[in-house]
């Protein structure tokens, strides 16, 4: 079984900053790519960000030089630093992750999300 873990979300002022995490754990024999998305009420869910296993990233337009995705593959674990935050970032940020099982079979996960609120 394999369990993604959010942390980091929040309530902050426009301008400022958040650092989301997500823990991969369980049983599998590797990490694809990983990434971010977003969902606010009513609407679709929307990348956010992606990186693959070996470090390339990409990231949706509304978000491109302010928010940063990275991961440490040591740790299983994927990070989103978010900057100059603005009140239309306010949404639930899900991580996801394409995970390679022992019989070399592939599945997405997905975590539970964290609320992320930009309000003064």
């Known amino acids: 079984q394999v369990q993604l873990v959010e942390s980091g979300g929040g309530l902050v002022q426009p301008g400022g900053s958040l650092r989301l995490s997500c823990v991969v754990s369980?049983?599998?024999?590797?990490?694809?790519?990983m990434g971010w998305y977003r969902q606010t009420p009513g609407k679709e869910r929307e990348l956010v960000g992606r990186i693959t296993s070996g470090g390339s990233s990409n990231y949706a337009d509304s978000v491109k030089g302010r928010f940063t995705i990275s991961r440490d593959n040591a740790k299983n674990t994927v990070y989103l630093q978010m900057n100059s935050l603005k009140p239309e970032d306010t949404a639930v940020y899900y991580c996801t992750a394409l995970v390679e099982g022992w019989d070399r079979s592939l599945r997405r996960y997905w975590g539970q999300g964290t609320q992320v609120t930009v309000s003064s």
């Open positions: 369980g049983t599998f024999f590797s990490i694809n790519a």
